[in-house]
């Protein structure tokens, strides 16, 4: 019986290396196989419970991406601009992918994530949608584009100096440079004076 589990734990191991070998070649599937890794490495139970300060930066992360998913949805079918709608869909695309990779670490570290925009940005949304034209346009890239952009980055750079877990940190890590270009972005961009 002990050598039927020392085989299967040996087994299980090679597995480990042999796909741990493989992810250099595979670029495109490096988050498919550390989420295996990962898989594996809970289901062993060696990995410890997120502080609540990691699992507060994740579920942070979580709900950033959450509201800016829902406000770029938004802008995607109400503003008038195709600047901002260009805006609009690569924060839709980008938040939707990052939001992605939080939900798997997430589900890795056993942590229960928001669904939902938040109460303000639910606020936010409901004053945009009563706009139309150019008055949305400068609303969603005033609140959207430029301080919830603002606000995010501050939090992730502030969580970052703190996070324990290397997951966790990874993710925040990875953030960074793409708020910084979302804010970069918007604040670049010329939008029509108010009337």
């Not at 609540?52 to 930066?57: F, L, N, P, R, T």
């Not at 709608?85 to 990779?101: E, I, R, S, W, Y």
């Not at 949608?129 to 008055?135: Q, V």
């Amino acid at each position: 019986m002990q050598k039927r589990k020392n085989l299967k734990v040996l087994l299980i191991a090679s597995a480990v290396a042999a796909m741990f070998s493989t992810v250099g070649v595979q670029a495109q599937t490096t988050g498919a196989a550390q989420s295996d890794a990962s898989a594996q490495t809970s289901s062993t139970g060696s990995m410890a419970k997120l502080s609540s300060g990691d699992e507060k930066a994740l579920k942070d992360m979580a709900q950033a991406n959450i509201n800016e998913v829902a406000a770029g949805k938004l802008a995607l079918s109400k503003a008038k601009s195709s600047e901002v709608k260009a805006f609009a869909q690569k924060m839709v695309d980008d938040h939707g992918d990052a939001l992605t990779k939080v939900q798997t670490v997430a589900k890795q570290k056993d942590v229960t994530l928001p669904t939902a925009p938040d109460a303000k940005h639910k606020a936010m949304a409901d004053k945009l949608e009563k706009e139309s034209g150019d008055a949305f346009d400068r609303m969603y890239m005033e609140n959207a584009g430029t301080k919830d952009h603002k606000m995010v980055l501050s939090k992730l750079q502030s969580d970052a100096k703190n996070i324990k877990d290397p997951d966790v940190k990874a993710l925040a890590d990875a953030h960074v440079p793409v708020v910084e270009q979302h804010l970069k972005s918007a604040e670049q961009m010329k939008m029509p004076a108010n009337k």
